[in-house]
């Protein structure tokens, strides 16, 4: 039978609790009795289970990952950083798919605060009102990575896309392109969609080019193909000579039309992308796309968890990871 605490307690001949202070705060031990404990434990190869030591510590280890796609690419190099990060500061993580539904994710942060899990990583979902009284009556520790929120004082770490998609646009017009469509997000995502829509039409509006900014066309989910998105495009606006796609996996989509209709690129129409996923490297063309540190986010999301956590206060609320327009071979120099 696998031993348990009362096992190591009688062989020490301590209490239950003294162990139990043993093991999470052996200074306020005796040396004598923190010894007798040490050896008993060695002797039985007693483990303690994590969630006792959890109720007891009231901190479990674990952190809470809630992401909107579980098949989207975008979020593996996040991910990679969090566990990183985590492994390092001594956290292991519970990863839930939401699918961007209302009532999942509601139900996962409930589970959260059920497991004891020490604190939330929150990605790509805006806050809605009913998200964060749910978080405030849980008063859980949060972070929100790939997103943020302007009307609630919750701590965030993204880039800033309304500039990333002036960038991208910029590069374009700055390219010699004036005939320039968009396939973005719908508006109502105050993420993905609204910020990047603002840097797309910043851009055409500082190079004397608004007349363009009607070339554009919305996908209301992210599992939506960017193919379908592209034709609806081009049926509009066939004279276009660069398009800017709001994620790399509607880029891809968009290349996928383009190569089946005979469409050549850079050399007829030219295509940047958004997010800099690993298969952008090797589209044919390669891709043109805005870079997001996705691996970096995810490091510096757990830290600053930790760092709420351990009762720390962090000096950026919402704080922003640069961003880079990282050159392939989907744009050409007209």
């Known amino acids: 039978m696998k031993p348990t605490i009362k096992d190591v307690a009688k062989l020490a001949n301590v209490s239950i609790s003294t162990v139990s202070r043993v093991m999470n705060a052996p200074e306020t031990v005796v040396e004598t009795k923190r010894t007798r404990v040490t050896e008993a ?16 510590s009231r901190k479990t280890g674990t952190l809470g990952v809630i992401i909107p796609d579980i098949r989207n690419s975008y979020y593996a190099d996040l991910i990679r950083g969090m566990e990183d990060a985590s492994k390092k500061l001594g956290y292991n993580l519970i990863i839930c798919n939401t699918d961007s539904d209302k009532n999942r994710l509601i139900s996962y942060l409930n589970n959260f605060y059920e497991k004891q899990i020490d604190g939330i990583l929150l990605t790509s979902e805006p806050v809605y009102p009913d998200y964060y009284n749910e978080l405030k009556r ?9 997103t943020h929120s302007l009307e609630y004082e919750l701590p965030s770490v993204k880039i800033n896309d309304e500039q990333a998609a002036y960038d991208a646009v910029s590069y374009l017009i700055s390219s010699g392109h004036k005939e320039i469509g968009m396939i973005g997000f719908d508006l109502s995502d105050s993420i993905a969609g609204l910020t990047r829509y603002q840097g797309f039409v910043r851009a055409l509006r500082e190079y004397n080019l608004e007349a363009v900014k009607k070339n ?3 996908i209301h989910d992210w599992a939506e193909n960017g193919e379908e998105a592209a034709q609806k495009l081009f049926q509009l606006a066939p ?22 209709n005979g469409i050549s690129v850079p050399e007829r129409v030219s295509v940047i992308g958004f997010d800099n996923i690993r298969l952008s490297r090797f589209t044919i063309p390669k891709l043109t796309t805005v870079a997001q540190p996705k691996y970096e986010m995810g490091v510096r999301s757990v830290e600053k968890l930790h760092r709420i956590i351990s009762g720390e206060k962090d000096p950026i609320l919402r704080e922003y990871l640069p961003h880079e327009v990282v050159v392939r071979d989907s744009v050409k120099r007209r």
């Open 138 to 146: 849980l008063k859980m520790p949060l972070v929100l990575v790939s």
């Open 216 to 218: 554009i066309v919305y």
């Open 239 to 260: 004279e276009l000579t660069a398009v800017f796609a709001a994620s790399d996996e509607l880029a891809i989509g968009l290349l996928s039309y383009l190569h089946e």
């Open 41 to 56: 434990i060695e002797t039985l190869g007693y483990r303690p289970n994590s969630l006792a030591r959890g109720l007891i």
